[in-house]
């Protein structure tokens, strides 16, 4: 069983960054296409990000491609979010998780606690 621990979750002015960090354990990280879904008060759980096993393959949503960058550290099994840009609707509950299928069909099978992500001034 694969353990997520998300991290850096805080509270960011209008324009700010900030970086998340999922430390995993307990299982074989780099068999795992990783990814991060978030989820704003009153509303559904949404993809954000994904990375394949290997790191060669990104994907983003259409909200916040071109200001968050999803890496990932197999040496260190992490995996992180930088976030840029940042807009008071980006704040949410942030989800670290793993999925063993294709990471074109992201489909999380593991799953963090989650880390709030808050952006207001």
């Known amino acids: 069983q694969l353990q997520l621990v998300e991290s850096g979750g805080g509270l960011v002015q209008p324009g700010g960054s900030l970086r998340l960090s999922c430390a995993a354990s307990?299982?074989?990280?780099?068999?795992?296409?990783m990814g991060w879904f978030r989820q704003a008060p009153g509303k559904e759980r949404e993809f954000v990000a994904a990375?394949?096993?290997?790191?060669?393959?990104?994907y983003y949503s259409d909200s916040v491609k071109g200001r968050f960058i999803i890496s990932r550290d197999n040496a260190k099994n992490m995996v992180y979010l930088q976030m840029n840009s940042l807009k008071p609707e980006d704040t949410a509950v942030y989800y670290c998780n793993a999925a063993g299928g294709p990471v074109t069909d992201y489909v999380p099978e593991y799953w963090g606690q989650g880390t709030q992500v808050t952006v207001s001034s």
């Open positions: 307990g299982g074989i990280f780099d068999v795992y296409n």
């Open positions: 990375i394949s096993w290997n790191g060669g393959s990104r």
